[in-house]
C-alpha cells in the first residue's frame, strides 16, 4: 500500500492494531524526526501487469482504451454491506450470506470420458500398452483408475461450503488478503464474451492453488479447474477436491515425475485440458521455474492453440507474495490437514498475502506473431564453454537453451515428437508466462527487510538505521515499476516486518541503548527463510545486480594485474594493490558489455523476458548503473590509457588513441564509450549491495564445481544432487556463513547448468532414470579450476 489512510477505495489496506503493535519481547521507540518520509509514499502507485508491448500490441491497445478502478479489497474483511441484508444477526453470520450469494455455474461432464476415450493419441498410447489384452474393451479398462480425474467437476453446494471454510481458515492464519482491483473489470469483460481464461501463477506453496479460486469465487468470477501438483493421500480429502474441481495426481504417484513417466495418465491429462477448454471452462495452472514442473500443461494449451483446435485462450499472470510463504508438504493426508486447522486456531497470524491479477491477453496472437524470443536458442556449451577454456574471447551469439522446462517425453502432437525448433518456441513461451507472472508479484516488508540484512547490514545494523534504508529501497521499489504490499508508517513497517522475522533474527537491546541492533541469526534454517524472502528483490534489480557483478568482475581482474589507483599515472612496475583502491580506473564499454552478457547465460530462468535479446539485456544493465549514479561516463584526453581486455587472454592491454598502428577504418576499433566508476561515500557499499543479490546462485555453483573432484561418478541423478547439496552445506559449515548457497534449489540449478555447460554428462538408463558422469574434458583439475575462476569472478571480493 502506497496510498494514505483517506483513500475511500483502499480503507482495508489499513494496517489493523495487532499489526501495529505485534508481540514482541522487546520494544523500541524511533524518534520520527529520524525518519524521513519520501515523497512517493502516499501519492504515487506503479501500473503493474500490463501485457507485453512487444508480444502482444494489440492486447495492450485495448487495455490503454478502457479505464480501469485502481483499488483494493481485503479478501477477509466480509461484513453486512456485501450481503442483501442487514441487523445484528446479519452481522454475526455475514460470511455465510456473502458465501450464499455468489454465483457458481454448474459444469456438467457432458459425455467426458467418451470423447477422451476417442482422442487420437489416447488411442494411440493405449494400444501400445494393451498390445497382450487388445480390444476395445481392454483399453476401457485401462482407464478406469483415471474415471475420478476424468469426472472431476464443480458441485456449487460443496463450493460455498469450501468457500466459507477457506475464509475462516485463512482469517485464522494471515491478517489480510489484499486484492489487487485493477485488471478484474477486465476479467468480468472477458469472462461475459466467453473468452477461455488460462491463469498461471508462480508456485510458492500448496496456498497458491486455493487463493486464485476463492478470489474469483468472492467475485462472481466462475472457477477455473485448478492443476494440484501434490500427493494427496486420503481418499476422502480428494473426492472433496475434484468435486470443485482440482485435478489431482494418480494415487499411485508420489511426485509429478512419477505421474509423467505414466504415458497413460500423461495422455489423458493433455485430453483432458482440450476438453475443458472446450467445454468453456477456464484453467488454473501453476510453473515451477525451478524444475520446470506445470509447463507441459501450459505447452499442451499452446499447442491447442496453434492447431486451431481452441480459437483462442485468454491468460491472466497472476502474481502472489507472502509476508511469511506456508511450508508446502509434497504429500498431504487427512490427517495433515485438520492438525494443520486445529494449530491455526492457535497461533499467531503470519502476515499478509498481496494478489495482482495481470492485464489479460490473447495466447493466439501471442502465437501468431511469434515475437517471444528474438535470440537463436544454442546449447550453453556452444555459447559459453569456449570462453570459460580461454579458445575464445567474446560469447557465441544466442541465448542459453532450457529445454528441460518441458519433459523430454513430452510430445504435443499426437502422432509425432516434437522438431527442436517447436520445443524452443513452447519453452520461450513458458520462460515468458514466468517471466510476466514474477513481474506482476508485489514487494512486501518482509522482502524490503530480509534483502537489507542479507545483502546490505550482513554484520547486522541498528534499527534507525534499518528504517532509513527502508525508505530509500521502498522508492528505489516504486521507480523501478514495482508494486509493495505493505502500508502504514514506516516504523510500524519496520516493526511488522521485524516481528514477523524475529524468530531468524538476533536481537540485541538495552535500557540504555538508543536503538536495538538487528542481525541475522547465524544458522541454515534462518539464512534460507531470509534468502526465500529476498528473492523477488532480486528480481527487482536484476539489471542492476548483473551490471555490478560485470564491473566486479573487471575490477577483479585490475587487482589481479598489479594495477592499483597509480594506473593512470604509468606507475605501476613492480607496485602491488594495498588497502582499499580507489577505483581510479576507466572502464571499457565493450568489455562491460561482454561480462554482463556471459553472466545471463549463467542465471536460472525467470529473471530475463525470452522476447529481448542477451545483448539488448546486457546493455541495458550497464546503462542502468549510470541511472544508479555507480558509473560515470568519462571523456578521456588523447594521451591517457585506457583499460582493456577486450583483445587479450587474461591480461591487461593497454593503448593510446595516438597509436599509429590504428585507423579510422578498422571496424574492430570503433570508438567505444568508457566508464569510470563514480566515488561518492555510498557507491562501494550500493556495488557490494548489488552483487550479493546474485552471490547466493554463483557461489553454489562455484562450490559445486570445486567439489566435483569428490564426486565418484556415474551417480543416479537425485544422488548425485543429494550429493551436491551435502557439499554445499559441508562447505558453508566450514566457513561458517553463506548458508544461503546451500539451498536444494541451488543444488538443482547447479547441476542444471553444469549439465547444459557439459560439465557434467547424462545418460539415461532403463529402470535407473538418468545416470550422471563428469566429462572427461573436466576431470583434468586446469579445466575445472579455470571453471571456477570464471564464476568467482562475478562474487564482489
Not at 503493535?21 to 504515487?44: D, E, M, N, Y
Request: glycine share 6%.
Amino acid at each position: 500500500m502506497v496510498q494514505g489512510n483517506s483513500d475511500g477505495l483502499n480503507k482495508d489496506m489499513v494496517l489493523p492494531p495487532t499489526q501495529q503493535r505485534p508481540a514482541l519481547s522487546w520494544r523500541f521507540k524511533i524518534k520520527k524526526k529520524l525518519i524521513t518520509v519520501p515523497p512517493c509514499l502516499g501519492r504515487f502507485r506503479p501500473n503493474v501487469g500490463e501485457c507485453c508491448q512487444q508480444c502482444t500490441p494489440d492486447s495492450l491497445r485495448k487495455k490503454l482504451r478502457q479505464n480501469s478502478v485502481l483499488g483494493f479489497l481485503n479478501l477477509l474483511s466480509v461484513n453486512e454491506t456485501q450481503t442483501r441484508y442487514r441487523g445484528w444477526l446479519v452481522r454475526r453470520v455475514c460470511c455465510l450470506l456473502f458465501v450464499m450469494g455468489r454465483r457458481v455455474p454448474t459444469s456438467p461432464v457432458r459425455n467426458r470420458l467418451e470423447k477422451i476415450f476417442q482422442n487420437t493419441r489416447v488411442q494411440k498410447t493405449l494400444a501400445a500398452e494393451q498390445k497382450e489384452e487388445g480390444g476395445v474393451q481392454g483399453q476401457r479398462n485401462s482407464l478406469s483408475s483415471f474415471l475420478p480425474l476424468i469426472h472431476t467437476r464443480v458441485i456449487p453446494a460443496l463450493l460455498r461450503f469450501v468457500g466459507w471454510a477457506l475464509l475462516k481458515m485463512f482469517s485464522s492464519t494471515f491478517d489480510n488478503i489484499q486484492v489487487n482491483l485493477s485488471h478484474l473489470a477486465a476479467l468480468h469483460r472477458a469472462s461475459k464474451e466467453g473468452s477461455l481464461l488460462l491463469y498461471v501463477h508462480v508456485r510458492q506453496s500448496f496456498v497458491d492453488s486455493a487463493l486464485i479460486p476463492l478470489v474469483l469465487f468472492c467475485h462472481n468470477l466462475k472457477l477455473p479447474y485448478v492443476v494440484c501438483p501434490l500427493q494427496i493421500k486420503s481418499y476422502c480429502l480428494r473426492t472433496v477436491l475434484q468435486k470443485v474441481g482440482v485435478i489431482l495426481l494418480p494415487p499411485s504417484a508420489l511426485t509429478e515425475q512419477d505421474a509423467e513417466k505414466d504415458r497413460v495418465y500423461s495422455a489423458v491429462m493433455k485430453a483432458l485440458l482440450g476438453e475443458l477448454l472446450h467445454e468453456g471452462q477456464p484453467i488454473s495452472v501453476g510453473l515451477s521455474p525451478e524444475s520446470g514442473q506445470g509447463g507441459q500443461w501450459l505447452a499442451s494449451v499452446t499447442h491447442l492453440v496453434r492447431e486451431s483446435s481452441v480459437t483462442d485462450v485468454t491468460v491472466v499472470p497472476v502474481g502472489i507474495s507472502y509476508d511469511c510463504v506456508p511450508k508446502t508438504s509434497k504429500q498431504v493426508g487427512l490427517g495433515s490437514v485438520l492438525l494443520w486447522l486445529c494449530s491455526s486456531l492457535w497461533r499467531k497470524s503470519r502476515g499478509s498475502v498481496r494478489i495482482h491479477f495481470a492485464q489479460p491477453f490473447s495466447l493466439k496472437e501471442m502465437c501468431t506473431l511469434e515475437r517471444w524470443t528474438v535470440d537463436k536458442w544454442r546449447p550453453l556449451q556452444d555459447v559459453l564453454l569456449p570462453v570459460v577454456l580461454k579458445k575464445r574471447i567474446d560469447s557465441g551469439f544466442g541465448r542459453r537453451r532450457m529445454s528441460w522446462l518441458l519433459p523430454s517425453s513430452y510430445y504435443p502432437s499426437e502422432l509425432q515428437e516434437p522438431t527442436q525448433l517447436e520445443r524452443d518456441r513452447l519453452v520461450a513461451i513458458i520462460l515468458h508466462l514466468i517471466f510476466s507472472a514474477t513481474s506482476c508479484t508485489a514487494v512486501m516488508s518482509t522482502s524490503l527487510v530480509s534483502s537489507l540484512l542479507l545483502y546490505r547490514h550482513r554484520k547486522g545494523v541498528s534499527v534507525s538505521v534499518l528504517c532509513r534504508d527502508v525508505v530509500w529501497l521502498t522508492e528505489e521499489v516504486l521507480f523501478r515499476n514495482k508494486d509493495v504490499g505493505f502500508g502504514g508508517s514506516v516504523t510500524h513497517v519496520v516493526h511488522y516486518a521485524l516481528s514477523l522475522l524475529a524468530p531468524h533474527l538476533l536481537i540485541a537491546a538495552a535500557p540504555t541503548w538508543k536503538d536495538p541492533f538487528i542481525a541475522c541469526h547465524p544458522s541454515l534454517a534462518a539464512t534460507l527463510h531470509l534468502s526465500n524472502q529476498a528473492n523477488i528483490i532480486t528480481h527487482t534489480f536484476i539489471l542492476e545486480a548483473v551490471g555490478a557483478c560485470a564491473v566486479s568482475a573487471m575490477l577483479c581482474e585490475v587487482v589481479a594485474s598489479g594495477v592499483s589507483s597509480s594506473v593512470k599515472s604509468g606507475g605501476v612496475d613492480g607496485e602491488k594493490v594495498k588497502g582499499d583502491m580507489d577505483f581510479d580506473v576507466v572502464l571499457c564499454q565493450s568489455e562491460l558489455i561482454e561480462r554482463a552478457l556471459q553472466l545471463c547465460h549463467l542465471l536460472p530462468p525467470g529473471f530475463l523476458p525470452p522476447c529481448q535479446s542477451s545483448q539488448s539485456f546486457a546493455l541495458d544493465a550497464v546503462e542502468s548503473l549510470v541511472r544508479c549514479g555507480i558509473l560515470v561516463m568519462e571523456e578521456i584526453a588523447r594521451n591517457v590509457p585506457i583499460c582493456d581486455t577486450w583483445n587479450k587472454d587474461g591480461m591487461l592491454k593497454w593503448s593510446t588513441s595516438d597509436d599509429p598502428y590504428q585507423s579510422d577504418s578498422d571496424c574492430d576499433e570503433q570508438e567505444q564509450h568508457s566508464y569510470k566508476i563514480s566515488q561518492p561515500s555510498r557507491c562501494p557499499e550500493m556495488l557490494l549491495f548489488l552483487c550479493n543479490m546474485l552471490a547466493a546462485h554463483l557461489r553454489a555453483l562455484c562450490w559445486t564445481t570445486a567439489g566435483l573432484e569428490l564426486s565418484h561418478t556415474p551417480l543416479p541423478r537425485a544422488e548425485f544432487v543429494a550429493q551436491v547439496l551435502s557439499h554445499l552445506c559441508d562447505t558453508a559449515n566450514k566457513k561458517q556463513q553463506h548458508y544461503e548457497s546451500c539451498s536444494e534449489e541451488a543444488a538443482h540449478s547447479a547441476v542444471r547448468t553444469l549439465i547444459d555447460l557439459g560439465v557434467l554428462l547424462e545418460e539415461a538408463r532403463e529402470g535407473d532414470g538418468a545416470m550422471l558422469e563428469v566429462s572427461p574434458l573436466f576431470h583434468q583439475s586446469e579445466n575445472r579450476l579455470k571453471l571456477t575462476r570464471f564464476i568467482s569472478q562475478y562474487l564482489y571480493n
